[in-house]
């Protein structure tokens, strides 16, 4: 296997690394500040879920695409 092969698959171990650090923190202030608001007025509890499970779902998106983005780079540099 050459050089070139062994530090590509490198990278794109990395890349889903570093794509995966922004959504990780997003989902921890998400809940985090969920729970403060949930804390703060509890009548709200049911606005405040949808809009945090809205936001994870969204942030956990762009966690998808960055472990999707690099596979699919990697078979079009192959091709």
Known sequence: MSVLAEVSGNV???G??????GPG????IIFGQGVQAIA???EA???IRQNMLLGFVLTEA???IGLVAPFIFQ???AA
């Open 12 to 14: 794109t171990a990395i």
């Open 16 to 21: 889903y690394g570093l794509a995966a650090i």
């Open 25 to 28: 923190i997003g989902v921890g």
């Open 40 to 42: 703060r007025q509890p």
């Open 45 to 47: 509890y049911g606005l």
């Open 62 to 64: 762009l966690a998808l």
């Open 75 to 77: 078979g079009i540099g």
